[in-house]
């Protein structure tokens, strides 16, 4: 991308995602680019009428200003830079025995022209499991209760949380098989097509991505209890019915 400029006089500035060309889908698509290196500044309009409208001390300010990438020193006195990334958020498919909660590590990437990493340097991405849906993949008919994620409100730290945790269900402490793909809301619209009615959310639609090719939405994780039976050594290589990503 060539260097430009844009000069606004007020109001406010806001960096957004490139959408994708020749979109078909009626939900938003955003493409991956980046990052960018944004240079900013402020000059101040001299004025004459300090007591009536106010006037700033930054002509008594010895900072230099300098545009981004250009050599010309301007005489207005602060100056900045900002890291422009194309982000998403990103829930990890989890499995293990039936009976056992299981951490869903999740965690905050970044595009850094060849491919997505983890940003260190977010602290502040945050999630509410409560505002969350679930699509029930096995068994095809469920039983009346069935997994729930945790109750938890946290925030990521240099890019990753690995406090929630999906609980399993227990029916009468038999064995029990199920899978099941949680939803964190965070998008302006629910997922389509998995009968999310969750309308509540931590809305952060910088974060959401493409995921299953119908456009920019909420991330999701599958959670795969009873994958393997625990510390007998014996492992399910197929288990019949339930999916394997």
Same mark, same amino acid.
């Given at each position: 991308? #060539? #260097?430009?400029?844009?000069?606004?006089?007020d109001?406010?500035?806001a960096?957004?995602? $490139?959408?994708?060309? =020749?979109?078909?889908?009626?939900?938003?698509?955003?493409?991956?680019? !980046?990052?960018?290196?944004? /240079?900013? /500044?402020?000059?101040?309009? @001299? $004025?004459?009428?300090c007591?009536?409208?106010?006037?700033?001390?930054?002509?008594?300010?010895?900072? *230099?200003l300098?545009?981004y990438?250009?050599?010309?020193?301007?005489?207005? @006195?602060?100056?900045?830079?900002?890291?422009?990334r194309? !982000?998403?958020?990103?829930?990890?498919d989890?499995? /293990?025995?039936?009976?056992q909660p299981?951490t869903m590590?999740?965690?905050v990437e970044?595009?850094?022209?060849?491919?997505?990493?983890?940003?260190?340097?977010d602290?502040?991405?945050?999630?509410?499991?409560q505002?969350?849906?679930?699509q029930?993949?096995y068994?095809?008919?469920p039983?009346?209760?069935f997994?729930?994620?945790?109750?938890? =409100?946290?925030?990521?730290?240099?890019?990753k949380n =690995? #406090?929630?945790q999906?609980?399993?269900?227990?029916? =009468?402490n038999e064995?029990?098989?199920?899978?099941? $793909?949680?939803?964190?809301r965070?998008?302006?619209?629910?997922?389509?097509?998995? !009968?999310?009615?969750?309308?509540?959310?931590?809305?952060q639609?910088?974060?959401?991505?493409?995921?299953?090719?119908v456009?920019?939405e909420d *991330?999701? !994780?599958?959670?795969?209890f /009873?994958?393997?039976?625990?510390?007998?050594?014996?492992?399910? $290589?197929?288990?019949?019915?339930v999916?394997? *990503?």
């Amino acid at each position: 991308m #060539a #260097a430009s400029a844009a000069t606004i006089k007020d109001g406010e500035l806001a960096f957004t995602r $490139r959408l994708q060309p =020749n979109n078909k889908l009626a939900t938003t698509t955003t493409t991956a680019d !980046g990052p960018f290196k944004i /240079g900013l /500044g402020l000059s101040v309009i @001299p $004025r004459i009428d300090c007591s009536a409208l106010g006037c700033t001390d930054f002509a008594n300010k010895t900072q *230099p200003l300098q545009r981004y990438n250009q050599p010309l020193m301007l005489t207005a @006195p602060l100056k900045g830079e900002v890291d422009s990334r194309y !982000g998403r958020m990103v829930l990890d498919d989890v499995n /293990g025995v039936f009976d056992q909660p299981l951490t869903m590590p999740l965690k905050v990437e970044y595009w850094n022209g060849d491919q997505f990493i983890i940003n260190a340097d977010d602290s502040r991405s945050y999630f509410d499991s409560q505002y969350s849906c679930k699509q029930i993949i096995y068994p095809l008919i469920p039983p009346t209760s069935f997994a729930e994620l945790k109750p938890l =409100n946290d925030n990521v730290l240099k890019g990753k949380n =690995n #406090a929630l945790q999906a609980l399993p269900n227990l029916i =009468n402490n038999e064995y029990l098989k199920q899978q099941v $793909r949680f939803w964190m809301r965070i998008a302006d619209k629910a997922p389509a097509d998995i !009968g999310c009615s969750e309308n509540n959310k931590q809305y952060q639609p910088w974060l959401t991505f493409n995921w299953r090719g119908v456009g920019d939405e909420d *991330p999701s !994780g599958l959670v795969t209890f /009873g994958s393997y039976r625990g510390n007998d050594r014996i492992i399910y $290589r197929s288990e019949t019915a339930v999916i394997n *990503p």
